[in-house]
T-cell receptor, first 113, second 115 residues
C-alpha cells in the first residue's frame, strides 16, 4: 500500500501571500489530521477531518483552514502568511477514530520570507 | 486537557547497550499512548502503541514500551541499541474520551547512539 503523500515537499512564499498544501491519505483511511512542527513549539495539532467534516481544531488563528474531499484527500490553506508560519506541515491519516495509529506523510517544508 | 512530557532533550547511549527514552502523560480519562520516530527531513514513523491489556507493548525494530498507570508513564526501551536508532523520538497521547484522533505530542527526545 502506498503511504501518505504530501505535495509540494518544499515551498517558499513571501509574507502576505497565501498557500495551499495537499495530502493524499493511505487508501481506505478516512481520517486526515494536520500538524505543524517548528523548533520552538514542537508538534502542534492543527485540525482533523473525517468524512469531509472537521472534527477537531487546534489553537491556531482563522488564517489556517482546511477541507477534505469525498475521496478523503485533504488540503490545508494558510492565508496572509507570516514569518512565524515557516514550519514543517505534516499530514497524517488513519482508519476511523479510536485506537488506530496515525500514519504520517513526509511533510511540506514551508519557508516564509 | 491532555499533555505529554519528555524530560530529556537528549539521550546518549553506546551501541549494544540498553536504551530508555522517558515519557509521562496526563489525561482526564484513559489514555491511548503512542511512540513515533523521526529521521532527518522525514515525517514521523509509527513505532508502537498502548491501547489496553498488557502493560508491556512490543513494536517495530525491537523497541518496546512499558505502560505504568500509577506513575502515568510510558517509557520506550530497547535491549541493545544500534547506531541506526539515532533519531528524534516522540511520545504522544490521546484521551480515550476524545471523539477524534487528535494527538498531543511531547517535545521530543534526541537519541544518539555512539559506536
Amino acid at each position: 500500500k502506498a503511504g501518505v503523500t504530501q505535495t509540494p515537499r518544499y515551498l517558499i512564499k513571501t509574507r502576505g501571500q497565501q498557500v495551499t498544501l495537499s495530502c493524499s491519505p493511505i487508501s481506505g483511511h478516512r481520517s486526515v489530521s494536520w500538524y505543524q512542527q517548528t523548533p520552538g513549539q514542537g508538534l502542534q495539532f492543527l485540525f482533523e477531518y473525517f468524512s469531509e467534516t472537521q472534527r477537531n481544531k487546534g489553537n491556531f488563528p482563522g488564517r489556517f483552514s482546511g477541507r477534505q474531499f469525498s475521496n478523503s484527500r485533504s488540503e490545508m490553506n494558510v492565508s496572509t502568511l507570516e514569518l512565524g508560519d515557516s514550519a514543517l506541515y505534516l499530514c497524517a491519516s488513519s482508519l476511523v477514530q479510536g485506537r488506530n495509529e496515525q500514519y504520517f506523510g513526509p511533510g511540506t517544508r514551508l519557508t516564509v520570507t | 486537557a491532555q499533555s505529554v512530557a519528555q524530560p530529556e532533550d537528549q539521550v546518549n547511549v553506546a551501541e549494544g547497550n540498553p536504551l530508555t527514552v522517558k515519557c509521562t502523560y496526563s489525561v482526564s480519562g484513559n489514555p491511548y499512548l503512542f511512540w513515533y520516530v523521526q529521521y532527518p527531513n522525514r515525517g514521523l514513523q509509527f513505532l508502537l502503541k498502548y491501547i489496553t491489556g498488557d502493560n508491556l507493548v512490543k513494536g517495530s525494530y525491537g523497541f518496546e514500551a512499558e505502560f505504568n498507570k500509577s506513575q502515568t508513564s510510558f517509557h520506550l526501551k530497547k535491549p541493545s541499541a544500534l547506531v541506526s536508532d539515532s533519531a528524534l523520538y516522540f511520545c504522544a497521547v490521546r484521551d480515550y474520551n476524545n471523539a477524534g484522533n487528535m494527538l498531543t505530542f511531547g517535545g521530543g527526545t534526541r537519541l544518539m547512539v555512539k559506536p
